[in-house]
């Protein structure tokens, strides 16, 4: 009841599965049309979707001051400008991956020549988190309409005002007959997963991923789980400590207070330079958020109170008592929490399994640098993976042995803006990428032709089989 009233005051559309079934039947209408196929609608809507967040910018940063007190310099660089990048990289891109790829043949289909066609899937389904409610929303739905395909957008209901946004604008800047959001929970995003998608992609906890895939699987569809999990930072004790600390720091709160899937989890270092370490994280902590970071206008809020709560359980867990080696502080009523760093917490602690995606950094020290190596590897595969160094054998030994979504060394978070490089999970942390290319690639089938002309049509192939045609 409340939904279907709050859906008519803001006259969205309310989901359940009768409506969600001609929700997908009135898209598969439109697709069967042929209109999302051309480059030019394909390149109208991503140049209305530049025009969206180059008009609306004002109501969007709103939106996310109200779901996250996200800074607008941080709205700007890592909701607004990352989707205008990923729109200007389709605009620049698209009519070359449009083009038919040409493949080799072999001598077997003499004469003959070959292709590899990207057609679009269909009607695919982009279910989106609130940390990044804008850009995590918009950027996968890019790469469907790059790929020629209709889409429903769910945004998260846990960013409500930016998921209102989204409702309200997309319909105002793009073809609505092809591209849809529906807003809702739990109920909405079931009643939208019993319907028959040509693909998901889902941003969002493990728990749910394997909803969204068992839902998937009833109908063959096709997923992309874009997921999260303990992201490790090995720090060597041969760096410039001034500025691995402060991409430390950028990685970690200045990425909406931690709340970011790939944001570090945990430091690993060793016992000789942990002291050293943790002096440097602590005075720039204090030289970035001042001397009392609760009042800081450049670090988000914990994005509601049952996540506040849960983070707060991390640090009133009896293992990790003691284990505070800077912040802790917090404020319930504005729902803030301090950067905070923990040192050495026993491995049985919650914090040690959990995915903190928060402002909580733990801190592990080891006798060896290397030995961090076994330590991630005895977990779950990240999202992320980072180091930082000046050795470069130590360098290759990561790369080569550590298995990660994706992995940086010497900074992080940057890989994530790098277009060429596909952006996904591996293990518990994902499935299947996207970004630029990729994002084109997942929302496409690769539709293998082969030509052959009616020469060449060698006898050998046809019955009656005698021994003198298999030895030819
Ligand atoms: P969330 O609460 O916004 O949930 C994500 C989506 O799942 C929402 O749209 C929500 O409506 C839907 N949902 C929730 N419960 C559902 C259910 N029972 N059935 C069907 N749909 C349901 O986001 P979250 O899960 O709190 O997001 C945080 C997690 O997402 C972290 O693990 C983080 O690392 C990960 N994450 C990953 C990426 C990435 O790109 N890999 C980006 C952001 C967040």
């Keep these: 009841q409340q939904v279907v009233k709050e859906a008519e005051e803001k006259k969205t559309m309310v989901v359940d599965s009768k409506n969600a079934a001609s929700l997908v039947s009135e898209l598969r209408g439109t697709f069967s049309t042929g209109k999302t196929r051309s480059y030019e609608w394909r390149t109208t809507q ?176 096709p997923v992309v789980l874009e997921l999260g999990g303990k992201n490790p930072v090995v720090v060597d004790s041969n760096v410039n400590l001034k500025v691995a600390v402060r991409r430390i720091i950028a990685g970690k709160w200045g990425c909406n207070n931690g709340q970011a899937c790939i944001s570090p989890d945990y430091i690993i270092t060793t016992k000789s330079f942990a002291p050293q370490l943790i ?103 990240p999202l992320a993976a980072y180091l930082f160094t000046n050795d470069k054998a130590l360098e290759k030994k990561f790369v080569d042995s550590i298995s990660a979504g994706g992995m940086l060394i010497n900074d992080t978070c940057l890989h994530l803006a790098v277009h060429t490089l596909p952006f996904g999970g591996v293990g518990e942390s994902g499935m299947g990428s996207y970004h630029g290319k990729f994002s084109f690639d997942t929302f496409s089938h690769k539709k293998a032709v082969l030509y052959r002309s009616f020469g060449g049509d060698a006898s050998a192939r046809y019955p009656p089989y005698t021994l003198k045609k298999q030895r030819v």
């Design 46 to 221: 991503i140049k209305n979707i530049i025009k969206l967040v180059e008009e609306r910018e004002s109501d969007i940063f709103e939106a996310l001051r109200s779901d996250l007190s996200k800074p607008e310099l941080e709205s700007f660089v890592s909701e607004i400008s990352m989707t205008k990048a990923s729109c200007k990289t389709m605009l620049k891109e698209l009519k070359h991956w449009m083009k038919p790829e040409p493949a080799k043949t072999k001598l077997t289909t003499f004469p003959s020549s070959a292709e590899i066609v990207s057609e679009p899937l269909g009607v695919v389904l982009v279910i989106s988190a609130w940390n990044y409610p804008v850009l995590l929303s918009l950027d996968p739905v890019i790469g469907a309409i790059a790929a020629g395909n209709a889409v429903v957008l769910k945004p998260s209901e846990v960013a409500p005002a930016t998921s209102s946004l989204l409702a309200k604008l997309l319909p105002e800047y793009v073809d609505k007959s092809a591209i849809r959001v529906v807003e809702g929970a739990v109920a909405e995003t079931t009643a939208l997963l019993e319907q028959r998608w040509d693909k998901i992609l889902y941003t969002g906890n493990g728990k749910v991923g394997r909803i969204v895939m068992a839902a998937a699987a009833k109908h063959l569809t």
């Design 279 to 381: 002096d440097a994280l602590k005075s720039t902590l204090e030289e970035f958020y001042g001397k009392d970071p609760l009042q800081s206008k450049d670090l988000s809020r914990i994005v509601n109170s049952s996540h506040f709560q849960r983070l707060a359980q991390l640090l009133d867990d009896d293992k990790v008592s003691g284990k505070i080696v800077h912040g802790g502080q917090r404020d319930e009523k504005r729902i803030k929490i301090a950067p905070t760093l923990l040192l050495d917490v026993p491995h049985n602690s919650l914090i040690m399994k959990e995915e903190i995606f928060g402002p909580l950094l733990l801190i592990i020290t080891v006798d060896k640098v290397e030995d961090s190596f076994v330590i991630i590897n005895s977990r779950s595969k």
